[in-house]
């Protein structure tokens, strides 16, 4: 059972719009939460991390929203650009073992 | 900083053969590393975590006999596929985590084609 949750499984934006891409998790023993980005046949790169004591955090054109009540957080990529077309994957880990959940991911299409 | 190399990058082999994929931390020490599979299409499935100097600790439904890990050194992890079969064909990938960090740093991955 997926213990991180994700939508939309995909979504087309044009080019300079937002992509927002939802996730929510269950385990409050979780305290890191990153953001991977994959390209087909590649391994995934970290993009952004956060963990519970920030709502927010932004590195460029990417932003983390995080609800610690609500168990939810988010990525919002602005002003999307076609090289931002590949798969999205938040992740979720708590420091007794580090292992990542990941959610089920999201696959982004930017279409210029 | 915080390269991860996997080597090889695509193999293709028999059915009944082993397969060994190896995994480098290149320009830190990992005190832990992870070995996950991916199918196509869907999200990475954690196989098993392997701290340097002991035994990898597998997931559940991972067959440990049919997955060899070893974590030798700081830098270097290798899966070793046991006969494998067409089944075992996915994307493998490794990552590395320095010690006190709660990142991982993910390797380019190895495709495995079982005949």
């Known amino acids: 059972q997926q213990q991180v949750k994700q939508s939309p499984q995909s979504l087309i934006v044009q080019k300079g719009g937002i992509s927002i891409i939802n996730c929510a998790y269950e385990n409050t023993a979780f305290d890191y939460f990153p953001w991977y980005q994959q390209f087909p046949g590649k391994g995934p790169a970290l993009l952004i991390a956060?963990?519970?004591?920030?709502s927010e955090k932004k590195e460029g054109r990417f932003t983390i929203s995080f609800n610690k009540s609500a168990k939810q957080f988010s990525l919002h990529i602005m002003d999307s650009q076609p090289g931002d077309s590949a798969t999205y994957f938040c992740?979720?880990?708590?420091?007794?073992?580090?292992?990542?959940?990941f959610g089920a991911g999201t696959t982004v299409t930017v279409r210029a | 900083g915080a390269v991860v190399s996997q080597h090889p990058s695509r193999v293709i082999c028999k059915s009944g053969t082993s397969v060994k994929i190896e995994c480098r931390s290149l320009?830190?020490?990992?005190?832990?590393m992870f070995w996950y599979r991916q199918f196509p299409k869907q999200s990475l499935m954690l196989m098993a975590t392997s701290n340097e100097g002991s035994k990898a600790t597998y997931e559940q439904g991972v067959e440990k006999d049919k997955f060899l890990i070893n974590h030798a050194s700081l830098t270097l992890s290798t899966l070793t596929v046991t006969s494998a079969h067409p089944e075992d064909s996915s994307f493998y990938i490794c990552?590395?985590?320095?010690?006190?960090?709660?990142?991982?740093?993910f390797g380019p991955g190895t495709r495995l084609l079982v005949l």
């Open positions: 992740a979720a880990s708590n420091s007794n073992d580090y292992k990542l959940s």
């Open positions: 956060i963990r519970p004591d920030v």
């Open positions: 320009d830190f020490q990992a005190t832990t």
């Open positions: 990552s590395a985590r320095r010690w006190l960090g709660e990142t991982q740093y």
